[in-house]
C-alpha cells in the first residue's frame, strides 16, 4: 500500500485543475464576462453595478487617490469618478490570465472615450481575483494611464 | 484501502506547498529581496541593475508612457525615468505576496523622496513574478501615483 499512495496521490495530482482547485477552467471565461460587465456597468454610469465585482475585502488602487479599501469604499470611489468622467464610455480588453491557485490575475488594456467622442485616455491595468465560494470576484485592481 | 487513499492524499495535499510544486517557501523571501534590489538599484542611479530583475519578455507598466516590452526597453524607459528623477530615492515596501504555480503576486506601496529630501511622489502597485529556472524574475509591473 504504501507503494500504492504516491502512485494513487500522483494520478490525483495530474487530475484537471479543478478537482484539485488549482486552476478552474471556468476562471477565464468569468474573468472576460467580468471585464465586460465591469465596462457595461461603467459605460451605464452605475457604480454599485461596478462595485458588485469586487470581494468585499477587495482594495481598488485607482490613480490619483489613496487606495480605497473594501466594497463600500469603492462604490464610493468609482461614484466620483464616474462622475468625473461626465458619461465616457471605457472599452476594457483581458490581454493575458494568469492562474494561481483559488486566484487569478489579468492583464489588460482599457480606452476611455469622452462622451463626445474624443479620446479621454487609454492605459494598462493589472486585476487579481480571488474565487469566493464559487465566484470569481475582484480583490486588487490597479491601473494607470499611458498618456504623458 | 479505497477510504485510506483519500485521507492520505488528504495529508499529503495539505503538506507545505513547495513538495507540490504550487508554492514556493522561498519565493517570498526572493520576492523581499527582488523588492530590496530594485529599490537600491534606483537609488543608486543604475538602470542596468534594476532591469536585470526583469525576465526577458517582461512588461513594465509605468504611468505617462506606454508599455515598455522586453529587458532592453526596460532598461531604455528606466533610465530615461532615472534621469528624470534627478537622484530620487525610492522606499518600496511589499504588502502582501500572493502565490500560483511558478508565479507570484506582489502588491505593495512606494515613497519617493526627490534628492532635495522634499516628498516626491507615492503609490502603489502590483508586481508578477515568475519562476525562470529557479529565479524569481519581474514578469509584469505596473504602479501608479495616490497624488492627486
Given at each position: 500500500m504504501r507503494s500504492l499512495v504516491p502512485i494513487l496521490c500522483g494520478v490525483l495530482l495530474a487530475l484537471p485543475s479543478t478537482a484539485l482547485g488549482?486552476?478552474?477552467?471556468?476562471a477565464e471565461a468569468a474573468i472576460h464576462r467580468g471585464a465586460a460587465a465591469w465596462a457595461a456597468g461603467w459605460n451605464s454610469g452605475d457604480a454599485g453595478a461596478v462595485a458588485a465585482l469586487y470581494a468585499e475585502d477587495a482594495v481598488l488602487m485607482a490613480p490619483g487617490m489613496e487606495p480605497a479599501q473594501g466594497r463600500a469604499a469603492i462604490m464610493q470611489a468609482l461614484g466620483g469618478a464616474l462622475k468625473a468622467a461626465g458619461g465616457s464610455q471605457m472599452k476594457i480588453t483581458p490581454v493575458e490570465i494568469m492562474q494561481g491557485d483559488g486566484m487569478a490575475v489579468e492583464v489588460g488594456t482599457f480606452v476611455d472615450t469622452a462622451a463626445d467622442g474624443s479620446h479621454r485616455d487609454h492605459g494598462r491595468y493589472i486585476a487579481v481575483w480571488k474565487n469566493v465560494g464559487g465566484t470569481w470576484m475582484l480583490y486588487r485592481d490597479i491601473w494607470n494611464s499611458s498618456m504623458p
Open positions: 488549482q486552476k478552474d477552467s471556468g
